[in-house]
C-alpha cells in the first residue's frame, strides 16, 4: 500500500551517481560503515601527539604516509607536491610553523608563500631543511 516504487531511470542513476562517487573518492564511504570499539579508541586517545597529529608510542611515531591513506581508502587522486596542515585558529600559520621547526622567523618569512590568500611553506624550504642534519653536516638526500 504504502511501499514507494521506483522507476528503472531511477535506479540507474543512484547506481551512476554511487560510481561516479567512488571513481572520485575511492571507498571512503565505507568508513561510515567501520564499527567502533569505544574502549580502544580511548585507549589510543593516550597515545595522541596532537602537537603533530600523529600517535606517538615510545620512540615511534605512528603517522601514516599519504600512500597509506590512499590505500586505506583506494583513492589514487592525491595532488602531489602540497602539503597539507590545519591551522589552529588562535596561533597563526607561521608561528606554529616556527615553534615546530625551531628556527628564526625570518627564515620562516622568507620560506613562506601567500596565495589566494591562503599560506603555503615552499617545497625548496623543506628540502634545505632535510638536507641539514642537527649536527650541522650536511647529508645527501
Not at 511501499?3 to 551517481?17: F, G, H, L, M, W
Not at 596561533?91 to 608563500?113: C, G, H, I, N, Y
Not at 628540502?127 to 638526500?141: D, E, I, K
Request: aromatic share 10%; hydrophobic share 35%; net charge neutral.
Amino acid at each position: 500500500m504504502g511501499d514507494i516504487v521506483r522507476s528503472n531511470d531511477e535506479k540507474n542513476s543512484d547506481v551512476q551517481a554511487r560510481n561516479a562517487f567512488r571513481s572520485e573518492y575511492g571507498d571512503i564511504a565505507y568508513l561510515l560503515y567501520v564499527p567502533v570499539d569505544q574502549s580502544l579508541l580511548q585507549a589510543l586517545a593516550g597515545f595522541c601527539n596532537s602537537a603533530y597529529s600523529c600517535f606517538t608510542i615510545g620512540d615511534f611515531d605512528l603517522t601514516p604516509t599519504i600512500e597509506e591513506y590512499q590505500d586505506l581508502v583506494n583513492c589514487k587522486k592525491v595532488k602531489e607536491n602540497h602539503v597539507y596542515s590545519k591551522t589552529s585558529k588562535n596561533k597563526p600559520f607561521r608561528v606554529k610553523l616556527q615553534k615546530l621547526l625551531d628556527t628564526l622567523m625570518s627564515w620562516v618569512d622568507r620560506q613562506v608563500t601567500t596565495w589566494s590568500n591562503k599560506e603555503y611553506l615552499k617545497v625548496e624550504g623543506i628540502l634545505a631543511l632535510a638536507s641539514v642534519h642537527p649536527t650541522g653536516r650536511v647529508q645527501r638526500l
